[in-house]
C-alpha cells in the first residue's frame, strides 16, 4: 500500500512547528501504523543530507520524533492524533494497536502530537506528560509504606466492587483524555485513580483528602474543567467510562462539604 | 572459584537462612540514613518497589528512567500474574513446594537460598499488594482468586485480569509517588544511564544523559542499584519493549562486575507469529491463556497444506485429526508444561513440517473447549483484553477461530552476577530483578518475574543495603567533580561524538534486524557448536561494519532517538557475542539453553550436572580480549537436582 502523510514537524518546545508532506510505498497492510512510521524515518535518515530533498522545500529532513515503546497497546507512551482522532479512527486501542489495514491505498493521512496547553510539545510529536505525574505525587495513593500490613484475605472486597475499581485502574496514562477534550481537562484521568481507590475499603481512609489534592493540583497545572461532553470516554484506548468522574465529583463535593 | 565470587549464603537450614541472615547484618540508624545517597536506574516493579522502599526508610534517593514517566517501566506489559505460596485454595501449596517448582523450573541452575528466600517473601507482596490498593481478581466471597501457571500443579497465581503487571506496577509508582512528594525521592524521567563511575573500586555514581537536552550529567551516591531489566531485545524482535535495552547492565560490568550465565534467555511459547520483514516487535499472549486454552496441529501434513492455501478454517478440522501434543507428550503437565519444554515442543511440530501458517512457524492455541465447558462470557471475563488484542493484530477472532502462536524471546534468566545480599563483584553496586542473574536458573516459571522484581525491591534489598552503607555513614557526599566523574564523562562524550561521526550508509535498525537474525538463527531455541562459533565471527564482523558505515543523524545536544537506539545497539552487538561464547562453553542443555548435541533420545534436554552445576560469571578484560569465565559451583544442599520430568 502507498500513502501520503502529513507530518508534524517542531524542532523544539520554542520553535513554531508546521507540517510536512512525506510518501511511504510498499507498506504491507499488517504492518502497524508506528512500524509505518518507523519506514519513514529510516527513508528520512538515508535521505538525510541529499540536497534534492531540502531543495523540494523538505525543511527538517532528519526522522521524525515520536514516543512509542511496549508496542502492545499497555504502556500508554505512544500518543498521536491521527485524522484528527486520537490514536486513530479506530475505538478503544493505542496508536500502536492500529493497523495499515485500516486505511485504504493512496489515503493521505495527517499525524499530529497531542494538542493540549498543559502538555506542550517537545520536538516533533512528542509531548511533555509531566503534569500526569504530578497530579499523582499530589496525592494519588494510599500513604501506606513497605510492611506491616494485614494478611491479604482480612481485606474482604466484594467482588463487583473490585471488578469496579480494576475497570477504573485500567487507564493507561496516555493522555488522549485531555488531547480530545475542547476544555483539555484531564477528569477522566484523575477519575480513574480516585474512583478505583475510592472503591476498596484500603481507600477510603484518605478519600477525601486524596480527591482534593489531585483536583487542587489539576488546576494549578492548567488544566479546564469537565463539560460532559463525553469525548474523553470515546478516545479512552481502555474505554474508562465517565462514570468514574461521577464519582470522582460525588468524592470531591462530599469532601468539600466536610470542610 | 574466584576470590570475588562468594556468595555469602548463610549456614544454617534452608528455612532459617534468611531469618538468620537479617537479625545479623548491619543496620543504619534514621539519623544517619539522611545522610547517604543511593541512585536507582529504572522504575519497573524492582526499581519503583526498590525506590520507594528506600525513601520511606529514610535515604536519599535518586530513581532514573529512560521514559517520560516512571509507570511506562516494561513490567507494565506482564500480562497473567505473580505467584505467592498463601494456599488460600488449600491445594497444598507451601513456601517449601513454591521454592521447589521453581528450583525445578530452573533447571537446577539457581542458587537454593536465594530461591527459597524468594518464595519465602512471596506472601508478604501480596499483602501489601493489597494493602496498596492493586484490585486483585476476586472470588464472590470477597477473598482473592488464584489460577495456574506453567511448571506447578497447584493454583498460586494472583491477577488482576490480564493486567497484573500494570497492576502491580502501578502500586508501585503509588508508593513512588507518595516519596516523590514527601521529598525523599528524586525522580530523573527521560534520562539514561550511560556510564558507571567507580572512586576507589567502590560504585559512587553515573554518567546520565537528559534524553530531552542531551547535556550529559553527573550524579554521584553512596551507592547504585541497578534495576534496568533484561538485554532480550539483542534479537531485535522480543516481545521487551522498543526501549528495552542491556546498556546499564552492560556499562557496570565494563567498570568490573561479572556477567552471569548471559546464554540463558527465555523463550516464550505463546506469541503472536512474526508476519514479515517490516516487524519492530513481537507481541505476547499471556501464559494464563494455556490454563483454558489447548495447544495442536494438525496429525494429517494435508490438513496443514488447505490451512495454508487457506482452503479450510482450523475449526473445520475434526477432533480426531488433532494432535494435542503437549498433552500427548507430557500428560501430567499437560498445557502446563514450563516454556522452554512447551517452546521446545512447538519448535518440533513446525521442523516437522505441522506449522499451520503461510510461514510454517505457527501452532494453534485453541479455546473451543473452555468455551463448550464454561461459556464465552467466562472465557471474556478470565482474558477479554488478551482476546482483544490478539483480534486487533491478527484480524481474527479467537472467540471462534483458534489463536496462532509461535515462541518468541521473552526475558532473560542471565544478568549480573549478584551475592547473597544483592551486591555485584563492585562493592556498593547492586543489582535486583531482571537485571540480576539469581533466582530463575536456565528458565524462569511463568508469574515467576514479578515475584522476583517485587521480592528484591520491597523486602530484600532495603535489608542488604543497609549492611553495606552501615560502615560508610562517615562518608562524605560523593565529588562529582572527582577526576573519576570527568574521566567518565569525557569517555561517555568520546562514545557519542564517534556515533554521530561515522555518517555512513545504513540505519541503526537496519544492523540491529542483522544481529537479531544471527542471534536467532544461531544463539536461539537450539544452538550447535559451530553455529555459535559461526555466530561469534558474524557479531564480530557486524559490530565492524556497523561502527564504520552506521547513519546517526541529528546532534548530540538535541532530543535524537536515532543517537539513543545506536548506542543501545554498540551495547548489543557485545552482549550478543558473550551469549555466544557463554552457550558455547555451556556443552550441556539446560533450561531455555538448548545444545543440539546434549539431547535425550526423545528430544528432551540432557543436562550434564558433573560438568556444568556451575553459574558462569564472566569477567570484562578490555575490547577485543576473550572475557575470563570464573564458576560459581552450585550446591545443592537440600534438594536433589534430578532428569525434570513433567510426564507423570
Known amino acids: ?259 | 572459584m574466584s576470590e570475588k565470587l562468594i556468595s555469602k549464603v548463610p549456614e544454617g537450614p534452608l528455612s532459617q537462612k534468611w531469618t538468620e541472615h537479617k537479625a545479623h547484618i548491619k543496620v543504619v540508624s534514621p539519623a544517619n540514613k539522611r545522610k547517604l545517597e543511593i541512585i536507582v536506574i529504572g522504575t519497573g516493579l524492582g526499581g519503583a518497589s526498590a525506590a520507594a522502599s528506600l525513601g520511606e526508610l529514610g535515604y536519599n534517593v535518586k530513581v532514573f528512567c529512560i521514559s517520560d514517566s516512571p509507570r511506562r517501566a516494561h513490567s507494565i506489559a506482564a500480562q497473567g500474574g505473580i505467584n505467592a505460596a498463601k494456599n488460600y485454595p488449600n491445594d497444598n501449596d507451601s513456601v517449601y513446594r513454591l521454592f521447589y517448582d521453581t528450583i525445578k523450573g530452573g533447571d537446577y541452575r539457581s542458587r537454593e537460598a536465594n530461591v527459597y528466600r524468594l518464595a519465602e517473601v512471596s506472601n508478604l507482596i501480596i499483602d501489601q499488594c493489597v494493602a496498596q490498593g492493586v484490585p486483585f481478581a476476586r472470588e464472590y466471597s470477597g477473598m482473592l482468586d488464584n489460577r495456574s501457571f506453567g511448571g506447578a500443579q497447584v493454583s498460586r497465581t494472583f491477577y488482576a485480569r490480564g493486567q497484573t503487571g500494570q497492576q502491580l506496577l502501578l502500586g508501585a509508582y503509588a508508593a513512588l509517588n507518595r516519596q516523590i512528594h514527601l521529598g525523599n525521592v528524586k525522580s530523573y524521567t527521560r534520562h539514561e544511564m550511560l556510564d558507571l563511575v567507580l572512586i576507589n573500586g567502590e560504585a559512587k555514581g553515573i554518567i546520565a544523559r537528559n534524553l530531552v537536552t542531551g547535556e550529559i550529567e553527573r550524579h554521584g551516591a553512596h551507592a547504585v542499584v541497578l534495576a534496568s531489566g533484561g538485554y532480550g531485545n539483542v534479537f531485535f524482535l522480543s516481545t521487551n519493549a522498543m526501549n528495552s535495552n542491556g546498556s546499564a547492565a552492560w556499562q557496570c560490568y565494563k567498570k568490573g562486575a561479572y556477567f552471569a550465565n548471559p546464554c540463558f534467555a527465555q523463550i516464550h511459547p505463546t506469541c503472536i507469529p512474526v508476519h514479515g520483514e517490516q516487524q519492530s516487535k513481537l507481541t505476547l499472549m499471556s501464559e494464563s491463556l494455556r490454563n483454558d486454552g489447548r495447544i495442536w496441529v494438525p496429525k494429517k501434513l494435508e490438513d496443514v497444506k488447505r490451512l495454508r492455501n487457506k482452503e479450510i478454517a482450523p475449526s473445520q478440522i475434526p477432533e480426531e485429526d488433532r494432535d494435542y501434543y503437549l498433552e500427548r507428550r507430557y500428560p501430567a503437565y499437560g498445557n502446563l508444561v514450563p516454556r522452554d519444554v512447551a517452546s521446545r515442543a512447538a519448535k518440533e511440530r513446525c521442523d516437522a513440517g505441522y506449522g499451520v501458517n503461510e510461514t510454517g512457524l505457527a501452532v494453534f492455541l485453541d479455546f473451543k473447549s473452555a468455551i463448550d465447558r464454561l461459556g464465552e462470557h467466562v472465557i471474556a471475563e478470565r482474558y477479554g483484553n488478551l482476546f482483544q488484542m490478539y483480534e486487533k493484530i491478527m484480524d481474527v477472532n479467537p472467540y471462534k477461530e483458534p489463536m496462532m502462536i509461535y515462541p518468541a524471546i521473552h526475558y532473560t534468566m542471565g544478568g549480573l552476577w549478584v551475592d547473597y545480599n544483592l551486591q555485584t563483584t563492585i562493592p556498593g553496586l547492586y543489582a535486583i530483578g531482571e537485571a540480576n542473574f539469581s533466582d530463575h536458573g536456565g528458565n524462569r516459571l511463568g508469574a515467576s518475574a514479578l515475584m522476583q522484581g517485587l521480592a528484591d525491591g520491597y523486602f530484600i534489598l532495603p535489608y542488604t543495603i543497609g549492611d553495606y552503607l552501615a560502615s560508610r555513614i562517615q562518608v562524605p557526599k560523593t565529588d562529582i567533580n572527582d577526576p573519576a566523574f570527568v574521566e567518565a564523562e569525557n569517555n561517555v562524550k568520546k562514545r557519542v561524538d564517534k556515533l554521530l561521526s561515522i555518517n555512513g550508509t545504513q540505519t541503526v535498525d537496519f544492523y540491529h534486524k542483522q544481529l537479531g537474525h544471527i542471534m536467532w538463527e544461531y544463539v536461539g531455541m537450539a544452538r550447535n557448536e559451530s553455529g555459535l562459533k559461526k555466530a561469534i565471527e558474524k557479531i564480530r564482523a557486524l559490530r565492524e561494519q556497523f561502527w564504520h558505515d552506521v547513519k546517526v543523524p541529528g546532534t548530540g545536544s538535541e532530543l535524537n532517538q536515532e543517537l539513543e537506539k545506536a548506542l543501545k545497539l554498540a551495547d548489543f552487538m557485545e552482549i550478543g557475542e558473550l551469549m555466544a561464547l557463554d552457550a558455547l562453553d555451556r556443552k550441556e542443555s539446560c533450561g531455555g539453553h538448548f545444545r543440539e548435541e546434549m539431547q535425550t533420545e526423545d528430544g528432551e534436554t540432557l543436562r550434564d550436572d558433573n560438568n556444568f552445576m556451575y553459574v558462569s560469571a564472566w569477567e570484562y578484560k578490555g575490547d577485543g580480549i576473550e572475557p575470563h569465565l570464573h564458576k560459581e559451583f552450585l550446591n545443592y544442599e537440600f534438594v536433589k537436582p534430578s532428569t525434570r520430568n513433567y510426564k507423570d
Open chain 1, 1 to 259: 500500500m502507498d500513502f501520503t502523510l502529513k507530518v508534524w514537524r517542531q524542532k523544539d518546545a520554542k520553535t513554531k512547528g508546521h507540517f510536512e508532506t512525506y510518501k511511504v510505498t510498499n507498506i504491507s497492510p499488517d504492518t502497524s501504523f508506528l512500524e509505518m512510521m518507523d519506514i519513514l524515518n529510516d527513508q528520512l535518515i538515508r535521505e538525510g543530507n541529499d540536497p534534492v530533498a531540502i531543495n523540494k522545500g523538505c525543511k527538517s529532513s532528519g526522522p521524525v520524533a515520536f514516543d512509542h515503546d511496549c508496542r502492545e497497546g499497555i504502556c500508554g507512551t505512544c500518543s498521536l492524533y491521527i485524522n484528527g482522532r486520537a490514536h486513530g479512527p479506530d475505538n478503544e486501542i493505542t496508536t500502536c494497536q492500529l493497523h495499515m489495514r485500516r486505511f485504504n491505498d493512496g489515503d493521505t493521512i495527517t499525524v499530529e502530537p497531542w494538542r493540549s496547553a498543559a502538555m506542550p510539545v517537545i520536538k516533533d510529536l512528542i509531548v511533555n506528560r509531566n503534569a500526569f505525574d504530578q497530579i499523582l505525587q499530589a496525592g494519588g495513593y494510599i500513604s501506606v509504606s513497605t510492611g506491616g500490613v494485614p494478611d491479604a484475605n482480612s481485606i474482604l472486597i466484594p467482588k463487583e466492587k473490585a471488578d469496579e475499581s480494576m475497570d477504573a485502574a485500567a487507564c493507561i496514562g496516555c493522555g488522549a483524555c485531555v488531547a480530545t477534550c475542547k476544555n483539555g481537562s484531564a477528569m477522566l484521568f484523575i477519575s480513574s485513580r480516585v474512583s478505583s481507590l475510592a472503591l476498596l475499603p484500603q481507600g477510603r481512609v484518605e478519600a477525601a483528602n486524596r480527591v482534593k489534592a489531585m483536583v487542587d493540583k489539576m488546576d494549578e497545572l492548567g488544566f479546564g474543567a469537565c463539560t460532559n461532553t463525553r469525548a474523553c470516554e470515546m478516545e479512552c484506548p481502555k474505554h474508562v467510562s465517565v462514570s468514574h468522574i461521577a464519582r470522582l465529583n460525588r468524592e470531591f463535593l462530599l469532601a468539600k462539604l466536610k470542610d
